[in-house]
């Protein structure tokens, strides 16, 4: 439980009240005063940052809602030995009152357990927890790296709907080591119109100051000095390899034909 001694802002309108705290101020602080912080503040209710934190590794099997169910039990367990206790408590007094040691007293009912923020307001503050994480997460996100994939395919482009249908033919995506797809782009035909992207590429790691990626893994033009190489040229200390995907994709068809399969391995 935390409690906070603040100023309410009321709306003249509606009449709403505000608690006189935002991102804004908070960012106005010293990291070090920063991390001291415990909670997430809303209008009303507050956050522990170990909550906050369940939310971020969010999957199939961890939705807010499973979030919620597991806070709403956790909540029930420690609300239990909490009354267990005061009962117990209270059983010792009542029998201190019976042998007349001390005078007889009232006692009060256990209090209710306090009800449990839905999954909706979880969703809240981690929107929240995200904003306040919004430097690391770009920083994350537009992260460069030193070994580079570089892949077409056609599945994306056929999604296009609209007016955008039948304007392209294939996606071609550069990740880094981490899975992050740091560049995208669509074109009429596999392997045709990726200059731009490419010097896009290059620019983007001069401009951040980073050292050009030592590998690039790719699906095709790979072998002497290709259009592809040609285009990498002012990165001419990168090494370009097939990746270890199509590399087994052409093993299979150079080690089997129709009459004998290749054994599994």
């Known amino acids: 439980m935390y409690f906070v001694a603040s100023e309410y802002l009321a709306c003249r309108r509606c009449k709403r009240k505000v608690i006189s705290w935002s991102h804004g101020l908070f960012s106005q602080l010293d990291i070090g005063h920063r991390v001291q912080f ?19 590794q969010r999957g199939l099997g961890n939705s807010s809602s499973q979030i919620q169910r597991k806070l709403q039990e956790r909540h029930a367990e420690v609300w239990m030995q909490k009354t267990v206790q005061y009962l117990q408590d209270c059983k010792g007094i009542a029998s201190a009152v019976t042998s007349g040691l001390i005078l007889p007293m009232p006692f009060d009912p ?3 357990m306090p009800p449990v923020p839905k999954h909706r307001w979880l969703m809240q503050v981690y929107a929240q927890d995200v904003l306040r994480r919004l430097d690391e997460i770009k920083a994350t996100i537009t992260s460069h790296g030193r070994i580079l994939k570089m ?9 296009l709907a609209g007016k955008s249908y039948g304007t392209a033919t294939s996606a071609t995506n550069v990740g880094n080591e981490h899975g992050r797809v740091i560049m995208s782009v669509l074109t009429a035909s596999e ?12 620019n983007r790691y001069r401009m951040a100051g980073v050292a050009p990626p030592e590998v690039l893994y790719v699906d095709r033009d790979f072998c002497g000095n290709t259009l592809l190489r040609r285009m990498f040229e002012e ?7 097939l990746d270890i995907w199509h590399f087994m994709r052409r093993f299979a068809v150079g080690c089997s034909t129709d009459s004998t399969a290749m054994p599994l391995l």
């Not at 809303?42 to 971020?56: G, I, P, Q």
């Not at 892949?151 to 999604?159: L, N, Q």
């Not at 392997?191 to 290059?202: A, C, K, N, Q």
């Open 38 to 56: 415990p909670c997430i503040l809303t209008s009303k209710l507050a956050c522990d940052f170990e909550v906050a934190s369940l939310m971020r």
């Open 110 to 112: 256990a209090p209710a």
């Open 151 to 159: 892949d077409s395919t056609k599945k994306v482009a056929r999604k």
């Open 191 to 202: 392997g045709y119109g990726l200059s731009p992207m490419v010097e896009g590429l290059i």
């Open 235 to 241: 990165w001419n200390n990168m090494t370009i390899r």
